[in-house]
């Protein structure tokens, strides 16, 4: 299902980016994160269970349209996790 709009970050967790499997996505971390943010990939909606093979994005960066067999090509990802040590909201587009 698409989706475009902010997804809600709760501290110390992982949350589900993607509402659906993709194989592109844009996200934007905003400017007041204040911390960098983890975005993950899994194949399908399964939690990470660690901390480990995560990309880590500043505050006011992201990615437009990327493919997530480029972010991640060592999985067939297919969802996207994010991960704050604050609450925050990430911008997610994606079909």
């Known amino acids: 299902m698409a989706q475009s709009g902010f997804v809600n970050i709760n501290p110390g967790r992982?949350?589900?980016l993607t509402n659906?499997?993709?194989t592109h996505c844009t996200f934007q971390i905003p400017t007041s994160a204040n911390n960098p943010v983890l975005i993950a990939g899994t194949a399908g909606a399964?939690?990470?269970t660690?901390?480990?093979?995560?990309?880590?994005?500043e505050p006011?960066?992201?990615e437009y349209n990327i493919s997530l067999a480029d972010m991640f090509p060592g999985i067939?990802?297919?969802?996207l996790y994010a991960f704050s040590a604050r609450a925050t909201s990430i911008l997610v587009s994606h079909v």
């Open 60 to 62: 006011g960066t992201g």
């Open 76 to 79: 067939a990802a297919t969802r």
């Open 20 to 22: 659906s499997d993709v």
């Open 50 to 57: 660690s901390n480990a093979g995560f990309i880590e994005y």
């Open 46 to 48: 399964v939690e990470p």
């Open 14 to 16: 992982w949350a589900l």
